[in-house]
Structure formats: C-alpha cells, structure tokens
C-alpha cells in the first residue's frame, strides 16, 4: 500500500503507545469489591418429602407481612424461589441480587406442590406447605444479616385447602380485664389440642387463623379470616369444609405495643369451643380476658 | 427408518463438498490465479455496568483473522471469505465464559466450527462457474436479497447471528448456507434461483454469555436450548427465486421462498428443577417450512435514495398467547400455530451535500433512516420478537477517508427501547484501523412477562476498541 507522507504515516511509531495504553486499559489490576452477599440457608422436614420424592419441592422469600405470618403467600409476591436439594432436603438462597439488604425482614415458605403434572408448580389446594415462624413471637419474620443466615429446619406440615371460611367475635364488655378503645388486640384461632390454658401457651402449629384488631376501629364484630394451610395434626372435613373443637385466643398488646406477643400480656380466650365451616359465622361466645398474663412458649 | 434418513442426510450434506473437490482438481486450460487479502484484527469490549470489578467489565478480548481468497479465473474460480476467531481469557476474570462462541465443540451444516474459546466461519465458500448469460455457484453463500438497512424480510436463506445482539459487524450479521444457485443475466432482467440443501438454524449466544437471552425473575430462570438444526433431508431443504428489473428508474425485485424459516419459534418446551436454583425454563428455538413471497425496490431521487422491502407468508408459526398471570394455568410446552405474516422495511439513503457547506470537506456524508415492522394476522399469537424497530444512522468521512464518524440510534417503540452507537473509526492509511465505540441500551420492562430484548439487555451497554492490519 502506498504510503502518504502525511502526520498517520509517522503516528505507526507512535501507534504502540496507544496500543499500550489500550492494553492496560484492558488488563488492569482489579480491585475486589466488597463481599455483601446475603445467603439463606436451611433444612427441611416432614414425612409428604420423603413420602412424595417425585413432587417438585420450592422454598420461597417474601417481604415480611406482620398481618398474616401464616397465609398462603401469593406467588407474585416472591422475591425469590429456589428448589430444594432432595440429595438432603436442604436448600440455599443467595438473597444478594434480589435486592434485599440486611437489617431486612423477610418471611420463609416451603412447599410441596403435590398436584404437579407438569409444566410451572403452582401452591394451590392439597399442596403441602411450611412457614418459618418463631413459636416464641409467633413471628414470621426473619430478620436478614450479611453472609450466612441460618434458616433454620422447616417443618413442611401444613396442608391447603380450598375454603372461605372467616369469623365474626366480640370480646365481653363488662367481665374481666376489659380492652379499652383503641387497644391493639392480637387474636388467634387455635385448636384445643395447641392451647393449654393452665399452662397460658399456645402451639404455634394449632393455630388456624389469626387477626391483629383495634378495639372499637374494626368491630365489633371482629372479622378473622381462617387460614387456607392447616397444620396436618388439625383433623379437617373437606368436602364440605370444616374445623371443630377451637378456640379463640387474644393477647391485649400493650406491654408493650409490639404487634406480637410478649410475655405477662393479659391473656383472652373463648370460653367454649366451636365449630367452623365454610363461610362466615358469627362466633356466639365472647373472649374473656380473665387477667391473667401470656406465657410465651419454651424455645 | 431413522437411521437410513440420517444416512441420507449426512450424504446430502456431503455431496456439495465432493463437487467442489472434484472441481477444483479437473485440469483447467488456464492459469489460474490466486489473489488473498485479509485482515487481522484484535477485537475488545468492555461492559460500563458499574456494578462491578473492571477484570469482570472486560467481556471480550477477541483475535480475528479474516481470509478472503480467490482462485482461479474469472469464469471458474474457487472463493472463500473466512473468519478464524480466538478469544482468549487474558483480564484474569473469574469467570471466562462472558464470551463463548458456543456451549460447547460443534461443527454446523455450513462448517462453522465452534469451541467455547475458537471458532471457524466459512461463510463464503464456493466454486463459482460463469458462462455467460449464466452463472452457477456450488458451496456455501451470502445472499443479499433486499435493499434495508438492518433486517431483510427478503433474506429468506442467510440466517442471523444475534450472538451480540444487533451488533455485529455487517460481515458477520448473516451465516452462509451450503446452497446451489444460479443467475441469469438478461439485457432487461437479472433471475436468480437458489437450492439450499442444509438448513443453518439461527445464531444465540450461549448461556452464560454476556449477550445470552437467559433470563431470571425471583419465580423462573429461562435459557435458550441448543440451536438444533432441522435433519439434513429432502423435505427440509429451501428453494427459492428472486427476478430483479428497472423498471422507470427504479430497481424492483420479486421473490419467492419455499423452505426452514429463517426465524426460529422460541418455544418455552420443559421445566426442571436444579437444587438451590430457580425452576429453570427451557426455551426451544423451533424450525418450521414456511413460504415466503416478498418485492424489495429502490430508487434514487436527487440526493436521496428511497428503498422499501416487503414479504408476506401464509404459513408463518408463533407462539399461542397464554394467560400468564398465574403459573398454575401455564401450559408447557406452548402450543404454536401458523398464521398470515407480512413484514416490510422501508426508509431512505440521503448523501448530504456537505461539500456544498463546506468547502473542505471531502468526504462522503449519508443520513439513513429504516423502519422495521413485523405483524402476525392470528391476534391470539406473540408477535414477533423484532418489530417497530426505527433506525437512523450518520456517518462521514473526513481527511480524505482517514477518519470515519458513524452514529447509529436504534428505537424500539413498542416498549421504548434505544440503542444509541457512536463510532469513531481511524484509518492510518498504512493498513492499520482503530475504531472506537460506545454503545448504550435502554428499554422498558412494561409488565410484560416474557422481557423485551431492548430491556434484557439494559445493562449491556460498553465500550469497545479495534486494532485492525489489513493484509
């Protein structure tokens, strides 16, 4: 090629600089950046994995809802979802680019979909499920720090059902311990096989629905809607639906005003056990707080 | 049954290599003539996304060879246009598969030869046999039917190669397809027929890549399968015609196509389950026997060249629209169905008189502008995964050709999505070239599930830097 006398003739000597300086653009001493990984790791437990190995199983992080720590979650709401190694029945969550930050409350869900046939899982009636709950606060929420966070051992020991089932109740207005307007009342439908009123405790895996109501705003009556996952100890009619033998059981939250409950609360409950179906009922007894405080269950 | 038509096939993929062979080595009455050129280039890009270590921000590195040879005379000659790719992992980053040519060591219908870190492009390579009015080609081709810009509706037979997006160099944009042709060359007419034997399924880069389509969300990770080809076979095989004129001063060309769409239907196919991962969601990119008619015309005006293509098929395939709002009610695999499809490209090549402006200035200027739009006639099908797609482009030469601006803006109006490319490109003159480019993406997620590709790829935008030595 014929060469022009010309200033990009020269600039071939001149053109190594820059291929020098190009090539320390591209091999440079890199700095590591900072290592803010968030990871959740856990096990799971329950004979429907062992019993049911060819069902995809799914461990799901939502954002923390104090209001409804054992609903079914709503899978739009995800934020991630991994399979479970089956080799162990152990899972892990990298949390990271997801965006969550520690200090973050998130709630932990597991699943069986049991009525997989292929294509996407989806949580539905007759899926086994389990919710990482602290039995102490009846807390759902799990509070996220940098690197390895321990998820803990889930039970997957719910199942769900198909049901509307929802609660009207009131609290007695002139016996015991009377909640005053305003008051935070956290109410919770439990089977009588989880509640133990001499020991003032409640299992958390009895318990069927939940309400958290201020006194005089949302009632009276009082909605509690029955939750869909049915810890599988609970005997449960299906077709048509219905739960028998529970109870209703408050917890005034005011010492202090934490929405949960905290040891020394005063303690309300339904005086006789009922029978829900489909629907929604009104429940004819009353919660009575006796004055007698919560007992938190033993870790 | 099976096994004699993967016989069959492995025999028809051959028979055009033995031809060629044989040709070559017949005495010809002669000299023949050998002319080469080539270039060597060192190819870089580098990812601006700032979330991360610059070793991580280099994505290629990138040695290309580029061999172009001619043997033969000019009646009967052997032509062969290659590329020889390597790119090494040279910033150290832990992850060395930012760019793969493909999954894994494979050799293509059109013997494209392919590992993780090399490649072997033969996209040219044939014999070519002229005896006037007639011409014959035998081996691997380029077809250039059409007059757009970016997409061709017309270039039924060359497959794409997306493996980087929309941006690869003209010269690598289209695959060669093993393929007989012949032309006519009339006073008032020019015909040309093809027979492609082989089909050459569409290029993505692989997973992992940083220009692959997987794509993850908090329920699903998704992730294009192998680009499987349909079996080398008599009912796989594509024919096609194409007759060109002027007619009043304008270049009009008619065509017709029978043969593998040249699109692939990207069909969500199985779901598994890989431990402490999101369910991952295989996407098949499916080939289905289409037939295309297509007119492509241009015409100059002034200063402007006017250009349009247009192509219409009564059998095209897509995909069968879903309600997707909740998993339980998705179907997989997708079901997919043929419908009328047209698309068309129309804009204008404009060379600005800049000389008439400025004195000085020697160079050339041209302004063009595409347009792009695809459309399904069935409402229940996904439309097509390119569409409404505007681009302008500017480019000039200045100092005698020694330094050459190029500004490409591409619009995606359906969901906002921009490519903005400014290239700045110096010719030494002495055989070296440094060209300079940045690229920026953009696009909306606009509650679609399935994302845009302009979306997708929003954190891909870069910078990149070529040193070329033509041979």
């Not at chain 2, 050998?34 to 870089?44: P, S």
Request: negative net charge; charged residues 20%; glycine residues 8%.
């Amino acid at each position: 090629m014929k060469k022009s006398p010309n200033v990009f003739s020269i600039s071939r000597h001149l053109l190594w600089p820059w291929v020098c300086l190009l090539a320390c653009m591209i091999v440079a001493c890199g700095q590591d950046g900072d290592n803010s990984d968030i990871i959740l790791a856990g096990t799971l437990q329950g004979t429907a994995l062992t019993e049911n190995p060819d069902k995809p199983v799914l461990v799901a992080v939502l954002p923390d809802d104090p209001d409804r720590p054992l609903a079914t979650p709503a899978l739009a709401d995800v934020v991630l979802m991994v399979s479970a190694d089956k080799t162990d029945y152990s899972f892990r969550l990298d949390l990271t680019e997801p965006g969550l930050a520690p200090g973050q409350s998130v709630n932990i869900v597991a699943f069986i979909d049991m009525n997989y046939a292929g294509g996407l899982p989806s949580l539905d009636a007759g899926d086994m499920v389990g919710f990482y709950i602290d039995a102490q606060t009846f807390s759902a929420a799990y509070e996220l720090q940098p690197g390895l966070n321990d998820g803990g051992n889930l039970p997957i020991n719910r199942k769900i059902y198909d049901h509307q089932a929802s609660l009207q109740f009131r609290m007695a207005e002139n016996l015991g311990v009377v909640p005053a307007a305003g008051d935070n009342v956290l109410v919770y439908a439990v089977h009588s096989q989880g509640l133990d009123l001499a020991a003032r405790s409640v299992d958390t895996d009895y318990v069927v629905g939940m309400a958290r109501v201020v006194v005089g705003q949302d009632g009276p009556p009082y909605p509690l809607d029955l939750l869909t996952a049915i810890y599988t100890g609970i005997a449960v009619s299906e077709d048509p639906f219905g739960l028998d033998d529970l109870r209703l059981v408050a917890i005034l939250d005011n010492a202090p005003a934490n929405g949960r409950p905290d040891a020394g609360e005063y303690l309300g409950f339904t005086l006789l056990a009922f029978d829900v179906a489909d629907g929604i009922q009104e429940i004819p007894n009353r919660i009575i707080f006796p004055g007698d405080g919560f007992v938190l269950p033993s870790p | 049954m099976d096994s004699k038509r993967k016989t069959t096939g492995r025999r028809m993929g051959l028979m055009p290599w033995l031809a060629a062979a044989l040709m070559l080595c017949a005495p010809q009455p002669t000299a023949a003539e050998l002319q080469t050129f080539g270039f060597i280039e060192l190819d870089n890009l580098v990812n601006t996304y700032a979330d991360q270590d610059f070793a991580d921000a280099v994505k290629k590195n990138e040695i290309r060879a580029n061999l172009e040879i001619k043997y033969g005379r000019d009646d009967l000659h052997l032509f062969m246009k290659s590329d020889f790719y390597y790119a090494p992992n040279l910033s150290g980053d832990d992850d060395p598969y930012d760019y793969r040519y493909a999954a894994e060591s494979e050799v293509a219908n059109n013997l494209r030869i392919s590992g993780t870190e090399y490649e072997a492009d033969f996209n040219e390579l044939y014999l070519d046999y002229q005896f006037s009015p007639f011409r014959l080609r035998l081996g691997n081709q380029l077809y250039k039917w059409g007059t757009a810009d970016v997409l061709n509706p017309t270039a039924y037979f060359n497959p794409y190669d997306f493996r980087e997006f929309l941006l690869r160099d003209d010269d690598q944009f289209k695959q060669g397809v093993p393929s007989l042709s012949g032309m006519y060359f009339h006073d008032r007419f020019t015909t040309e027929l093809v027979f492609s034997f082989a089909h050459v399924p569409t290029l993505f880069a692989p997973s992992g890549n940083f220009w692959s389509l997987d794509m993850r969300n908090a329920l699903y990770t998704s992730r294009v399968g192998s680009d499987d080809s349909l079996p080398t076979q008599w009912e796989n095989t594509g024919i096609g015609g194409r007759i060109s004129a002027t007619v009043w001063g304008t270049d009009l060309s008619l065509s017709a196509y029978r043969g593998p769409d040249r699109d692939p239907v990207m069909v969500p196919e199985q779901v598994s389950f890989p431990p402490d991962e999101p369910l991952l969601l295989v996407i098949e990119p499916r080939y289905h026997i289409v037939n295309m008619f297509g007119m492509d015309f241009s015409k100059t005006v002034g200063d402007f060249v006017f250009q349009a293509e247009a192509a219409y098929s009564p059998n095209k395939r897509s995909l069968v629209m879903q309600d997707l709002s909740g998993l339980d009610t998705v179907q997989i695999p997708f079901d997919t169905r043929e419908s009328d499809f047209i698309s068309y490209a129309a804009g204008f090549n404009y060379f600005v008189p800049t000389g008439k402006i400025f004195e000085n200035h020697g160079g050339e200027t041209v302004f063009t502008l595409d347009w792009f739009q695809a459309r399904y006639a069935d409402d229940d099908l996904y439309g097509a995964y390119f569409t409404d797609l505007l681009t302008l482009r500017l480019q000039d030469t200045f100092m005698d050709g020694r330094l050459l601006f190029k500004y490409t803006a591409m619009f995606e109006t359906q969901h906002s999505g921009s490519l903005q490319w400014p290239e700045l490109t110096l010719d030494f003159q002495n055989g070296w070239t440094l060209a300079l480019a940045y690229v920026a993406i953009d696009g909306d997620l606009d509650g679609e599930t399935f994302e845009p590709l302009f979306y997708h790829y929003r954190n891909n935008d870069f910078v990149s830097f070529k040193i070329r030595y033509q041979i």
